[in-house]
């Protein structure tokens, strides 16, 4: 078995992070009053909706895409290379992150019907993702 080639899950993380960055903004696009709606009923700063204050969650998804591509790399060997393990690994992320975010809403932070929209749009971004991560590794 061969050994992960970090800097292929660095550079792939990084193109799986682009691509999950530019769906990400057209997401916060569609979900816009949506997330307004939250903020209000949050008692949230306004603020925390204005473009300069995304910069930590533009980190987030380069993370998000590294993890992405690591998971790939570590399931390559055993389900073998190619679109279908990267769906895999893309999804296995994403179910552990959208069962937390579900107990979120049960808990009222998010809406039943801003946690669909949600979830359906990571799951676009996670997919297109991973294939283009995937894609850029090689062991």
């Known amino acids: 078995m061969s050994a992960i080639n970090t800097g292929r899950v660095i550079g792939g993380g990084l193109l799986a992070g682009v691509v999950m960055n530019a769906l990400d903004f057209a997401g916060q696009m569609l979900l816009k009053d949506d997330m307004s709606q939250m903020v209000d009923r949050l008692g949230l700063n306004p603020s925390v909706l204005e473009p300069v204050n995304a910069l930590p969650w533009v980190a987030v998804d380069f993370v998000y895409g590294i993890l992405l591509v690591l998971n790939y790399a570590a399931m390559r060997p055993r389900f073998g290379p190619g679109p279908k393990t990267a769906l895999l690994a893309g999804f296995m992320l994403y179910g552990a992150v959208t069962v937390i975010l579900y107990g979120f809403m049960t808990m009222g932070i998010f809406t039943e019907a801003l946690f669909v929209k949600a979830a359906a749009c ?11 991560g995937a894609w850029a590794y090689r062991e």
């Open 122 to 132: 990571t799951a676009v971004g996670t997919a297109l993702a991973s294939v283009a």
